[in-house]
């Protein structure tokens, strides 16, 4: 398959939890509490797995961290894919929305610490 990608995906482990998620047009879910695990992440998305079953094309919030306190990004996260990959468990592709090009920093310094690796 042919990656489209704009930006190489990196693995990384970090552990979420969505509680709420919401669409445009102002269509809110609250109390989710979907437990997530995400797998990897690149400047424009991160995919991530979990049990919960989680609709297609809804957003959530959501602080990431990638090294030190100093490299969280606060950022919407669009779910636009979701694939079954055993009973009960379900792997999600999501893209970051409206995160401020100033934070590429972040991606940049966490992209040379997996590069020494």
Known sequence: ??????????????ELEISSLFKQDNV???NIHAPIEVMNISRNGIGF?????LPLNYYFNAKIQLGDSDSSLYSV????????????MYFYGCELVGMSSVLDYIF????EEMNKD
């Not at 797995?49 to 079953?53: L, P, Y």
């Not at 940049?108 to 992209?111: G, L």
């Open 77 to 88: 996260v669009k779910i636009i894919r979701q694939q079954v990959i055993e009973e009960n």
């Open 108 to 111: 940049d310094e966490f992209q």
């Open 49 to 53: 797995r979990s049990a919960s079953v």
């Open 1 to 14: 398959m042919e990656e489209k990608r704009q930006n190489k995906r990196f693995p990384v482990k970090l």
């Open 28 to 30: 809110k879910v609250d």
